[in-house]
């Protein structure tokens, strides 16, 4: 039977990336996209930084697969009347829920599409019928919050810290009950630190990026600006979150996975590689802006888990650095005057 991939949220940065991902790895699947935005064939949703300005951020070359007969995407909210019945129409063999807002968004914002969004899609499949055979939950490392013993695995207490980590522990519930109840197989990837290019400038590697690129191409002046970087984080390149969210989906792995790259990386080593790849690790000024302390001085993953379905990072810390900034670069190059 040639699979079916329903995914949500298939416009979102991580959203693009698996969507590709899938059409590439799976030859004879057919993917459905839905979700809020309408369709768009060259950017993101959302605005990255070139020359001072905001623009719509372009899509690397590769993800532009609106050419591509097997996936078709729908603007559809998960809140649509419409929304069993085209479930029941695609017949999905498997839904990966990877729709709902980042860290940055109102509080109300946040729980109305991660735990209001992840409420309307069950519902959704409940009414539509269908007895799918997999669904797969987009969820975050931030559940579990500070922890004292590391690296933090799969069987931690969950303890969030702020509104998009409780949000995202709520949708956990929602869709564990809702396994229970269907008897529908059901996992849980609690992703870490993402980056990658075009990623939105709320992250870390994309801001510290935008800076030296502007830098490296003439448009700034030699000058960082940057928040607390004493912090550890675990950080995965897209692409390989798409990786393992693929392991997971095609290897059925039930329950609560970690995907992340099981490395410790202080964000100050992040921001230093970044600067190395651009020759400029001498001639930066660093300017720390005040702010709060960060609540999580240290995160990352026990991967133990993932490990055993064969998957490991293809994409090291300094070859996603160099692709970050080349996007940044070209942007610049692209768009400078005549």
């Known amino acids: ?37 309408p369709g768009q064939n060259l950017t993101f949703n959302h ?3 070139c020359r001072d300005r905001a623009i719509p951020a372009p899509l690397p070359e ?38 709902g807002s980042l860290r940055g968004s109102s509080e109300e914002s946040i729980f109305q599409n991660n735990v209001g969004s992840t409420e309307e899609l069950l519902n ?20 579990y919050g500070r922890q004292e013993s590391l690296p933090i695995a799969e069987s931690a207490p969950v303890q969030p810290v702020d509104s998009y980590s409780r949000s995202k522990l709520a949708s956990e519930d929602q869709v564990r009950l809702f396994g229970l109840q269907s008897r529908i197989p059901t996992a849980i990837a609690r992703i870490f630190n993402v980056f990658g290019p075009g990623q939105d400038e709320l992250h870390f590697a994309s801001r510290m990026a935008a800076q030296v690129a502007a830098i490296l191409t003439g ?51 992040l921001l230093q590689l970044l600067l190395q790849v651009a020759g400029l690790e001498t001639t930066v000024d660093l300017q720390r802006e005040t702010g709060r302390l960060d609540l ?8 133990n888990r993932l490990a055993k379905t064969g998957f490991t990072p293809q994409y090291s810390r300094c070859q996603s650095c ?17």
Request: net charge positive; glycine share 10%; proline share 4%.
């Open 1 to 37: 039977m040639t699979p079916h991939y329903l995914v949500t949220g298939a416009q979102g940065f991580i959203g693009r990336y698996f969507v590709a991902h899938l059409l590439d790895r799976f030859p004879e699947s057919t993917v459905l996209g839905i979700g809020r935005s």
């Open 47 to 49: 605005f990255v930084t």
């Open 62 to 99: 590769h993800l532009r697969n609106f050419g591509d007969a097997r996936y078709s995407y729908i603007p559809s909210g998960l809140s649509d009347a419409n929304l069993a019945e085209l479930i029941r129409d695609f017949h999905p063999t498997a839904i990966v829920h990877l729709a």
């Open 124 to 143: 959704g499949i409940r009414a539509s019928g269908v007895k799918i055979g997999f669904l797969l939950l987009a969820s975050s490392g931030g559940v």
């Open 219 to 269: 448009n700034s002046a030699p000058v960082i600006r940057t928040g607390l970087l004493s912090s550890t984080r675990d950080f995965l390149d897209v692409r390989d979150v798409c990786s393992a969210l693929g392991a997971i989906l095609e290897r059925r792995l039930e329950g609560i996975c970690n995907v992340a790259s099981g490395v410790e990386t202080n964000v100050s080593d």
């Open 296 to 303: 999580i001085p240290r995160h990352f993953a026990n991967v």
């Open 322 to 338: 160099h692709e970050i900034l080349t996007y940044y670069t070209r942007l610049t190059y692209q768009r400078s005057p005549a």
